[in-house]
């Protein structure tokens, strides 16, 4: 826990230096200062100009990290330091390319905003409770902390850096949760050494309430935690107390819960913590001026193995070699360059492609053992297989096989990529894992072939009658495999290949269908064990086999809380289908607009929009191949027994890649819900999934289907009405009539200006889904949005243009429109 400090020599001598100095001069781009110290109405900042704190200590101006290819960044830095370590960034995600044209004002609205060379604001402070832009000013103090403060009357704080770290936690600043404003302060670490945007580790208070700190990968996944706080110490560790370098202080009332720590300045001027974009460590490192580096003195967690998924998949790691990962036997690093900068999210990838696709079958897949070994997560359980045999042969059967195990619990398969492996691991449950390899990677040597457990072609090893006899066998295990898989358990997250046939007698013949969508119908399914399951059939996909099972093993390699997870697949010729877990709680739809059904709180209504913004925020941004939903709706969106959303049908619609320059050739989405962008021939990004999503948000405040209808015709359009009302300030009347009141107004007035922007005509106008998450969580102040002119034009003669338009049948039904009139 970065709380804990102590300075022993033994533990400073444990730690290895810090990879995360950016060490270049700051001689080139820091020289010139702003005479005023401050930026004001009348002085603006750019170029290489700086601002710097009363006693020199920290400085704020443009940087670049070497080797970031001449992106430049607003940061603030150490200034009496001789190498570059910035410890806050205000632009992580929009870095601009030219420093001399872009521009650090105090706006017309009385906001900080940087301007790039275009004059076009790409990051503001985004405060609405600015009275005048001409007393403004921007000052940064000697803890490192900017302030937007009223130039007449510095207790006038507008803003601060220390309520929106990035990935450094200085002296002085809150870490917690503000139970009035609803804003939490965490940390989120870089991507890599030379970009700052947000990485894969974040280090926040337990968002469920208690008072603990967690350390969590991909917001998803959990590793590490502080231990509850007894009022002295956390329990996980009790060494965070006080010491001669520091003082921590931690506060829970009524108002909110944080934790903060002083620093005796006469012994340590230097000192902060970090969350490692590289380990996924929170650490304590502490300036060390004859060395001119930084020593890490404190880190948690202790081992770096301990960090899930710190070496991506097919990667492993050892907390006693340097460095600490690498590729598993038969794999490479997948990107050497990112590798090397510290981002191993994409992990290693395979040196010879497996023969079991049929295209080479003179030489076929074996197994290379490996010992004393964490084994991965996310297994599959066959329990009806009783040996080592049967195991082996039960993954050589299934092309998405990549390994098994069999010990006394069972045989366990693992599909798709094996992340979180460590060998040499001397814990009680490390296990026996058999990794399948090409058979040319058995070929490089005798002791190597002697690692291999088995290989599928026995006519090498065994006279043709053996052959004969073991294929008959191979018949006999097929039928006794269908009918042993009636027992099978699913466990965690792992993706099955099917029969279609077992799916077929799991949802008794698709006799209940759940649902039906632009993909295909849904039916509900039980696979043995009481495992409910839900199945899609897929309607005009033709891809060959070797592109679905690419594209399905994308879809199973993503895995986050908010969105619904696949559990395997069928492709049998023409039959192409998907099962999930099935939803307890049915569809957003079903509970928001079915009069059968209990009505949703507002504080399950606000945690499902968070949950859902963080879904596609995590498809959009976080995902190897960025991805594009298209077609979200309350019908899309799955809840689980406790109500947390799971967005459904993602990465059925096409892939876009990172620079989302295509223009999609058919319209994708439903009526409602559609972007202006489908109609209007401009490029499709995932803009079109913010639009959407804010024509939901709209349903989810009010209850009730945006269009309206009447018999034979519409009379209102939501939309139109909440934009008006929120010009107005009147959003209590846009709540939901059954809810009687009963909601959080703040919360209220957040949603319905949030989803005003999210369906501007303009897409540029329109958050990203991280900035949807940011505001909703309280840690983004938003404006009230200008009504779009598609509601301008609706809000005056709406009957008018809805009985021209045929009932707004502009925007068309199906998932695949071929062309539309008019928004």
């Not at 290819?69 to 870095?95: D, E, M, Q």
């Not at 009332?253 to 970090?274: G, K, S």
């Not at 034009?793 to 539309?820: A, E, K, P, V």
């Amino acid at each position: 826990m970065a709380m804990a400090m102590a300075l022993s020599c033994s533990i400073a001598t444990s730690f290895w230096l810090l990879s995360f100095t950016l060490s270049i001069s700051l001689l080139s781009f820091t020289s010139a200062a702003t005479s005023t110290g401050t930026i004001s109405a009348q002085h603006s900042l750019t170029g290489n100009q700086t601002i710097t704190s009363g006693d020199g200590t920290f400085v704020l101006g443009f940087f670049t990290p070497p080797g970031s290819g001449g992106n430049y960044y607003i940061g603030i830095w150490y200034g009496k330091i001789s190498v570059l370590t910035p410890v806050w960034v205000a632009n992580r995600v929009t870095p601009v390319t030219d420093p001399t044209t872009s521009e650090l004002k105090i706006n017309d609205d009385g906001n900080l905003a940087l301007l790039n060379q275009f004059k076009s604001i790409i990051w503001s402070t985004n405060v609405t409770t600015i009275s005048s832009s001409n007393s403004t000013v921007a000052v940064i103090l000697d803890n490192g902390n900017l302030q937007l403060r009223d130039g007449s009357n510095s207790s006038l704080v507008f803003w601060q850096s220390f309520d929106h770290p990035t990935d450094t936690w200085l002296p002085g600043a809150k870490l917690g949760f503000n139970k009035i404003t609803k804003r939490s302060q965490h940390l989120t670490s870089w991507k890599n050494k030379v970009d700052p945007s947000p990485g894969i580790f974040t280090f926040e208070m337990d968002p469920t309430g208690n008072l603990q700190y967690l350390i969590s990968w991909n917001l998803s996944r959990i590793y590490w935690a502080s231990g509850m706080w007894n009022g002295q110490e956390f329990s996980s560790v009790p060494e965070a107390t006080s010491n001669y370098m520091y003082q921590m202080q931690v506060v829970n009332d009524t108002d909110e819960m944080y934790i903060t720590y002083t620093v005796d300045i006469a012994n340590n001027p230097t000192y902060r913590q970090l969350l490692d974009y590289d380990t996924g460590q929170i650490q304590v490192p502490v300036w060390m001026e004859n060395s001119k580096s930084w020593m890490p003195i404190w880190a948690r967690p202790t081992s770096k193995c301990s960090v899930y998924g710190v070496c991506g998949p097919f990667g492993s790691c050892n907390d006693f070699t340097s460095p600490f990962c690498y590729c598993v036997k038969g794999f490479r690093i997948k990107s050497q360059a990112d590798w090397d900068l510290g981002d191993r999210s994409q992990g290693c990838e395979r040196v010879a492609s497996l023969q079991c696709s049929g295209q080479n079958n003179s030489e076929e897949d074996g197994f290379f053992k490996m010992t004393n070994v964490r084994l991965p997560d996310n297994s599959l359980s066959l329990t009806m297989f009783g040996s080592s045999h049967d195991c082996q042969q039960a993954c050589l059967s299934n092309c998405s096989c990549n390994a098994y195990s069999f010990n006394s619990t069972g045989c366990f398969v693992w599909h798709g990529e094996l992340l979180n492996l460590q060998e040499e691991d001397n814990q009680p449950d490390a296990g026996t894992l058999y990794l399948r390899l090409a058979a040319s990677e058995f070929q490089t040597s005798e002791s190597n072939k002697k690692r291999m457990v088995a290989y599928i072609s026995v006519g090498v090893i065994v006279p043709s009658v053996v052959v004969c006899l073991f294929m008959l066998g191979g018949l006999v295990w097929k039928r006794e495999r269908r009918r042993a898989i009636q027992n099978s358990k699913v466990v965690h997250n792992s993706l099955v290949s099917f029969m279609y046939d077992e799916l077929r007698i799991a949802t008794n013949n698709f006799s209940e269908k759940l649902g039906e969508g632009g993909f295909g119908s849904v039916f509900k399914g039980s696979l043995p064990g009481s495992i409910d399951i839900a199945v899609k059939k897929l309607e005009g996909l033709y891809q060959g086999e070797k592109q679905f099972r690419a594209e399905v093993s994308t879809l199973g390699a993503i895995q986050h809380v908010n969105l619904i997870r696949l559990i395997g697949f069928c492709s049998q010729g023409t039959k192409k289908l998907l099962v999930y877990e099935l939803m307890p709680s049915g569809s957003l739809a079903d509970q928001l607009f079915r009069s059968n059904s209990n009505v949703l709180d507002w504080k399950i209504r606000y945690r499902i929009a968070i949950g859902i913004a963080r879904g596609l925020a995590y498809l959009h941004e976080q995902c190897r191949d960025n991805i594009l939903h298209c077609d979200i709706k309350p019908e899309n969106i799955l809840l689980d027994d406790a109500f947390v959303p799971k967005v459904a049908d993602f990465g059925l619609a096409k892939l876009i890649g990172r620079d989302f320059s295509k223009v999609l050739t058919t319209i994708r989405g439903s009526r409602g819900y559609l972007a202006p962008e489908w109609i209007g021939g401009t490029p499709i990004t995932t803009k079109v999934d913010v639009y959407s999503y804010g024509m939901m948000l709209f349903e989810i405040i009010s209850g009730k289907r945006n269009l309206v209808c009447a018999t034979e015709s519409c009379f209102e359009f939501f939309p139109s009405v909440a934009t008006s009302k929120l010009i107005n300030g009147d959003v209590e009347v846009l709540l939901d009539h059954r809810l009687e009141g009963e909601a959080d107004m703040g919360e209220l007035a957040i949603a319905c200006k949030l989803a005003g922007w999210c369906i501007q005509d303009d897409e540029s106008s329109r958050p990203t889904m991280s900035q949807v998450v940011q505001a909703l969580e309280g840690n983004l102040d938003i404006n009230v949005p200008p009504i779009p002119k598609f509601l301008q034009g609706l809000s005056n003669s709406w009957t008018d243009n809805i009985n021209s338009h045929g009932n707004f049948s502009s925007y068309q039904n199906s998932n695949n429109c071929t062309s539309s009139s008019s928004l």
